[in-house]
C-alpha cells in the first residue's frame, strides 16, 4: 500500500503533501462524528439522535450500510453522501458538509483499487463509520 499511495504522490505532483499525509484513523473520525452527526445519527450511528423523532424518513443505521451493500463497505458512495457532491434529491433531511471538509487530502482506496485524493476530514469519517459496522 505504501508503495501504491508513492506512486500516486509522484503521479499527482504532491509528493511533498503526501510523504506526511497518513490514513486517519477512526478515534478521529468519531470525533467529528459526535461533533457534526450525532443529533440525527445518534451517538452510537444506529439512528437515535436527539432530533431523529421528528425526521421524515428518519435517519439510516449507519452500523449497517456494510450489511445493506451485501456485506461490502461503499466507500465512493459514503463519501459522497456526507459530502452531499452527488445528490440531487435535495428533499433529503440530509445537509450537505462540502464546506465543512476542507483541508489537506490523503490518499484513499475509493474502492476500485484506485486511489483519490479525500481531505482528511471526510476521509476520518469514512474510516470510522467502517469500523463500526456489524
Same mark, same amino acid.
Given at each position: 500500500?505504501?508503495?501504491? @499511495? $508513492?506512486?500516486? !504522490?509522484?503521479?499527482?505532483?504532491?509528493?511533498?503533501? !503526501?510523504?506526511?499525509? *497518513?490514513? +486517519?484513523?477512526?478515534?478521529?473520525?468519531? $470525533?467529528?462524528?459526535? *461533533?457534526? !452527526? #450525532?443529533? !440525527?445519527?445518534?451517538?452510537?450511528?444506529?439512528?437515535?439522535?436527539?432530533? &431523529?423523532?421528528?425526521?421524515?424518513?428518519?435517519? +439510516?443505521?449507519? =452500523?449497517? @450500510?456494510? &450489511?445493506?451493500?451485501?456485506? %461490502?463497505? +461503499?466507500? $465512493?458512495?459514503?463519501?459522497?453522501? @456526507? %459530502?452531499?457532491? =452527488?445528490?440531487? %434529491?435535495?428533499? *433529503? *433531511?440530509?445537509?450537505?458538509?462540502?464546506?465543512?471538509?476542507?483541508?489537506? =487530502?490523503?490518499?484513499?482506496?475509493?474502492? %476500485?483499487?484506485?486511489?483519490?485524493?479525500?481531505?482528511? +476530514?471526510? #476521509? $476520518?469519517?469514512?474510516?470510522?463509520?467502517?469500523? @463500526?459496522?456489524?
Amino acid at each position: 500500500m505504501k508503495r501504491a @499511495i $508513492a506512486g500516486f !504522490c509522484l503521479g499527482a505532483g504532491l509528493l511533498g503533501a !503526501c510523504a506526511v499525509a *497518513e490514513m +486517519p484513523q477512526p478515534p478521529e473520525g468519531q $470525533a467529528l462524528f459526535v *461533533e457534526n !452527526c #450525532a443529533l !440525527c445519527h445518534g451517538a452510537d450511528g444506529r439512528g437515535g439522535g436527539d432530533i &431523529a423523532a421528528g425526521l421524515q424518513p428518519a435517519p +439510516p443505521d449507519l =452500523t449497517r @450500510i456494510s &450489511a445493506r451493500n451485501g456485506g %461490502d463497505f +461503499p466507500r $465512493a458512495q459514503v463519501l459522497s453522501q @456526507i %459530502d452531499g457532491y =452527488t445528490r440531487m %434529491d435535495r428533499t *433529503e *433531511e440530509m445537509p450537505e458538509f462540502g464546506l465543512l471538509l476542507r483541508g489537506e =487530502t490523503v490518499p484513499v482506496d475509493v474502492g %476500485d483499487g484506485q486511489l483519490s485524493p479525500v481531505p482528511r +476530514p471526510l #476521509a $476520518a469519517l469514512m474510516v470510522y463509520l467502517e469500523s @463500526i459496522q456489524r
